[in-house]
């Protein structure tokens, strides 16, 4: 059975992910006051976190429309498989399945999607994606692969960020998870974790970055202990700030076993919500 992979631009996108032929992306738009770009290939992380800068560290999206996920789904493929962001961040999973419909309504054939819900965002929709091809790949049934992938973001996938600054996710409304004595520790540096509802929760917080990001390292060592890591893989993704990723990989390789850690720019919605010298860390285990 042929298949396409299709994921909206909040996943970061890893090397082999552009040599399948069977894969698109479908963007999200960022604006920064009357600055508009798409978060797709053409996105400049350091002009973009630039604009942002000089605008006091805000900026906007919006998710794609079910019009573009539609389009997506068109060709001559028998399964399409969507991931998106965890639809507690952002509308495109709903846009998607909009899109799915809208498909199947104006198309009488026998094709077959679905629309997975991440219930993260970055490295981490990454990994799921990765997960998925493999799985669509062996010629494993329709159900199967959407129950293994599945089971697999809830079950084998973790994701923790730490962040210069709030002030991006605050203004987009995207910390209404978080306890409201968090926002009074906002002059700390905190650690956060996503949850496998797809929300995020608190993790911890230190006074400086990099005590912070030290501790991230061992939030992740404390949850993969006692877990075999062959063949596992974390995710690094930076805004603008490489030595900082690198001081993370340094230590998740000191408190674990981990042999692949890949160290990436994050795309632009991610760079948009972790704002410069954000780290997001994503892993299986």
Known sequence: MSFKIVVDSCCDIVDEMKEWDNFSIVPLTLMVN???????????????????????????????????????????YDEVYIMTITDKLSGSYNSALQGKLLYEEENNDDKKIYVFNSLATSGLET??????????????????????????????????????????????????????KVLEKIRVK?????????????????ITINRALIKMAGCIAEDVKGIALDGQTVIISHVCCPEKAQLVADKIREKTDYENIRIIKASGLNSLYASDGGIIVSFTY
């Open 190 to 206: 905190l650690v956060c974790r996503r949850t496998t509802e797809g929300n995020i929760s608190l993790a911890g917080q230190d």
């Open 34 to 76: 009357d600055y508009q770009t798409m978060d797709d290939e053409s996105f400049d992380q350091d002009d973009f976190i630039a604009r942002m800068n000089a605008n006091n560290g805000l900026a906007k999206s919006a998710c794609p429309s079910p019009e573009a996920f539609k389009k997506a789904c068109e060709g001559n």
């Open 127 to 180: 990994l799921a994606v990765l997960k998925l091809y493999e799985l669509a790949s062996q010629g494993l049934d329709f159900d199967e692969v959407i129950a293994k992938t599945n089971d697999y973001i809830v079950n084998h996938e973790g994701l923790y960020f730490c962040l210069e600054s709030l002030d991006a996710l605050k203004s987009n409304g995207r910390l209404f998870a978080l306890a409201a």
